[in-house]
T-cell receptor, first 114, second 112 residues
Framework: ETGVTQSPTHLIKTRGQQVTLRCSSQ?????VSWYQQALGQGPQFIFQ???????GRGNFPPRFSGLQFPNYSSELNVNALELDDSALYLC?????????????FGPGTRLTVT | QQQVKQSPQSLIVQKGGIPIINCAYE??????FPWYQQFPGKGPALLIA?????SEKKEGRFTISFNKSAKQFSLHIMDSQPGDSATYFC???????????FGQGTTLQVKP
């Protein structure tokens, strides 16, 4: 069984640029959730995708957007990057053959905005 | 009402001790309460979770105690080991949203 994978591991961008982060869900899962974790904080929910549709969104501006593909992998896109966007971005998968609530996290992508 | 409050912020115990981490919530719609363990530079790993129809759940050395009337739940780590040194997060969700609300985290250090 393959766990959740994310790419890239680290990324450095300049303020105002755009970034795309990628996530492959655990086998058997059909739901992907994205979280932002600032240093020393708990993860904050960005949004969730189920069957290629957004299924809930946290308190993040529209410049945070996402996609889910037919194979259940997902992308997180952030436009017009701001310094405060520097964080660990986590993807979690769930559902399908597993309990819907049981979310399994990937290793994260560390984004630094300068 | 969406918050989950976690305490203490940090905890130091000796090997073999039983660290206890507490969480409190307000939203009565929450019906799933997981605990995650996170090592530096890694993603959170699901440790154990409980639903409100039981007051206690054990998995190995990890135990969740749940008090529905007080809207509180706690994690106990039996016979703690230096390898348990990590940050622990409680979380809650419910209403079929799938949105996990996390506590602020507790940094645990287990001294040899």
């Amino acid at each position: 069984e393959t766990g959740v994978t994310q790419s890239p591991t680290h990324l450095i961008k300049t303020r105002g640029q755009q970034v795309t982060l990628r996530c492959s869900s655990q086998s058997g899962h059909n739901t992907v959730s994205w979280y932002q974790q600032a240093l020393g904080q708990g993860p904050q929910f960005i949004f969730q995708y189920y069957r290629e549709e957004e299924n809930g969104r946290g308190n993040f501006p529209p410049r945070f957007s996402g996609l889910q593909f037919p194979n259940y992998s997902s992308e997180l896109n952030v436009n017009a990057l701001e310094l405060d966007d520097s964080a660990l971005y986590l993807c979690a998968s769930s559902g399908g053959t597993s309990d819907y609530y049981e979310q399994y996290f990937g290793p994260g992508t560390r984004l630094t905005v300068t | 009402q969406q918050q989950v409050k976690q305490s203490p912020q940090s905890l130091i115990v000796q090997k073999g001790g039983i660290p206890i981490i507490n969480c409190a919530y307000e939203n009565t719609a929450f019906d799933y309460f997981p605990w995650y363990q996170q090592f530096p530079g890694k993603g959170p790993a699901l440790l154990i979770a409980i639903r409100p129809d039981v007051s206690e759940k054990k998995e190995g050395r990890f135990t969740i105690s749940f008090n529905k009337s007080a809207k509180q739940f706690s994690l106990h780590i039996m016979d703690s080991q230096p390898g348990d040194s990590a940050t622990y997060f409680c979380a809650a969700t419910g209403g079929n949203t799938g949105k996990l609300i996390f506590g602020q985290g507790t940094t645990l250090q287990v001294k040899p």
